[in-house]
């Protein structure tokens, strides 16, 4: 870049850099939007379509969850990673409707590459669309209706509907029963904190054998073989500082000049420890869960006295123990008393996937919760995973607002004949905008039913003559391929959908505002244009397509 002054040329910009302005700027961002949105697509809905990602090592990802593809994908466009945020924020708010944010996204871009074609100003698109963004977000709040913490059978719906089309589908009935008492035992006053639900994986069995218990799982052993495998009704006590002779902190050095000293100086190592052993026995106590070092001495006190003990347990689990227990966490042994301890009504020491573990169980109020999956493949398991992790987050999600909406594309539709009345009451040139906005909605349904095998045209007619009756909760059922009432089959929260419009509609606007890029060196890692020039590809700078997407490179055909 260089601009004359005088007869003089002022260079600005380096020769590595490239520079991209005006509508080719905005084609290649839209671009690579669009080929992030493609890259999903086919994932979404009940009959969607899984992803195999192989990364550079070869360890191989089996997933239909968006944000995990995208994560994995290895994607390098800067315009493209900005619509990756959609999905890791989706991702962090709801949990769910990741791939239903992105999809929206590239929708949305797309339909305004046709408005810039036809000279209408970014601005007035942005405009535009951000009118149509809240009024869909009212539109949805106002379709919502309400569901009641204990109404356990509308959250097993929501609980499976976040299940389907992932690996968890087969048994969705079952998990989404497990996933809705875990959610429901760790609740506290319309809040819930997902952290305390912890997931045990397991390889081998199939995913139906997998349960719930109603306790704290602590992936340790007992620390000495002479103490018991079992304790029932169990006092716990829970500790974070070791069982251990303190070591002083000042460098001393001590002379012995006798053996006897030497003795004397050991005995009374070993009655300190004694003496903490004794404090543990006076108070009662059955299992002590240390978080720091038991010392061997200590040890073989604990065993002979009966105690159960585990020694560098995680902080976590001593945590998430004293929720399920009711213990306080002690740091001086010696000002224990029996109103610091837990209890639990079983204690004992179990295998688990060829592990031994410590399992904590019959607790009187279970505040934090473990859920043990079962599956017949590493990588079932790990799907198993991810969709239990989108069910917890858009339970916990339903709990915490109350307000769920039935599925199958039953409120996108609603949104596109809505909004196209709100465009005709909207004057000016956003009134186009407003109406891409609507027609970008309708991608949802769409791809429902051509994922399911579908006719969309078809789906899309039936879908609209319905709500036009005044059928506002009729959706698609991509199993029966039938138009019908979703309230009662597939239920989604409200949270899902006002969060994928924000997000997808803010990152679009983002991207549309757009019209220089400046990049120091080459803007796709490599892949691109590296001949020096400041002029990139027309409408590229994707590298040719999807290879400028990074990992993407070599899995172009098979998208």
Wanted: charged share 25%; proline share 3%.
């Amino acid at each position: 870049m260089a601009q004359q002054m005088g007869n003089q040329p002022l260079i600005v910009l380096s020769d590595d850099s490239q520079r991209t302005s005006g509508k080719d700027a905005q084609s290649m961002n839209i671009t690579a939007g669009k080929a992030v949105a493609e890259a999903v697509r086919t994932t979404l809905g009940p009959k969607g379509m899984d992803k195999m990602l192989v990364d550079s090592s070869g360890s191989v990802v089996v997933t239909n969850d968006g944000v995990t593809i995208l994560d994995e994908m290895d994607i390098e466009h800067p315009a493209a990673n900005m619509v990756v945020e959609v999905a890791q924020t989706q991702e962090d708010e709801v949990g769910d409707g990741t791939t239903t944010a992105v999809v929206i996204a590239g929708e949305l871009l797309s339909k305004a590459e046709d408005l810039l074609d036809q000279d209408i100003h970014a601005t007035i698109l942005a405009q535009g669309y951000r009118q149509a963004a809240e009024e869909a977000k009212s539109i949805v709040e106002d379709a919502a209706y309400e569901v009641d913490a204990d109404d356990t059978e509308t959250l097993e719906s929501v609980a499976s509907t976040a299940m389907t089309g992932k690996g968890a589908e087969s048994a969705k009935e079952h998990l989404a029963e497990l996933v809705v008492r875990a959610v429901q035992a760790v609740a506290e006053e319309d809040q819930v904190d997902t952290d305390n639900i912890q997931i045990e994986t397991v390889v081998g069995g199939s995913i139906d054998e997998s349960s719930l218990v109603e306790g704290v799982i602590v992936g340790k052993e007992r620390v000495h073989d002479n103490m018991p495998h079992f304790k029932e009704d169990a006092n716990i006590a829970l500790l974070d500082t070791a069982i251990e002779v303190p070591e002083t902190e000042l460098d001393a050095e001590v002379n012995v000049t006798d053996p006897e000293q030497l003795q004397e100086f050991l005995d009374q190592e070993e009655a300190q420890l004694r003496e903490y052993v004794d404090a543990l026995v006076d108070a009662g106590v059955d299992v002590v869960f240390c978080q720091k070092g038991i010392d061997d001495m200590a040890q073989h006190y604990l065993a002979e006295a009966g105690i159960l003990a585990v020694r560098r347990a995680k902080k976590s689990d001593i945590q998430a123990l004293s929720r399920s227990t009711g213990a306080r966490i002690i740091s001086n042994i010696p000002d224990i008393t029996a109103d610091d301890l837990g209890f639990a009504g079983s204690v004992a020491e179990k295998e688990l996937a060829g592990d031994e573990k410590i399992f904590v169980e019959d607790v009187e109020d279970a505040k934090a919760v473990t859920l043990i999956l079962r599956g017949g493949t590493e990588h079932v398991v790990d799907e198993v995973e991810r969709a239990i992790e989108d069910s917890l987050g858009v339970v916990a999600a339903t709990l915490e607002d109350g307000k769920v909406l039935p599925g199958g594309g039953s409120p996108e539709t609603e949104l596109t004949l809505q909004l196209r009345d709100f465009a005709d009451s909207v004057g000016g040139r956003e009134q186009l905008a407003i109406e891409a906005f609507a027609d970008a909605i309708d991608v949802i349904p769409r791809t429902l039913a051509e994922n399911a095998g579908l006719d969309p045209i078809d789906s899309l007619v039936k879908l609209r003559s319905e709500h036009d009756a005044g059928n506002s909760t009729f959706g698609l059922n991509a199993y029966t391929g039938e138009v019908e009432a979703m309230d009662d089959q597939a239920v989604e929260p409200l949270r899902v959908k006002t969060q994928a419009i924000e997000s997808a509609t803010e990152a679009a606007v983002m991207l549309l505002r757009i019209d220089d890029v400046i990049a120091a060196g080459d803007l796709v890692g490599g892949k691109g244009d590296d001949d020096g020039d400041d002029e990139m590809p027309p409408g590229g700078g994707m590298g040719g397509g999807m290879g400028g997407m990074g990992g993407m490179g070599g899995m172009g055909g098979a998208m």
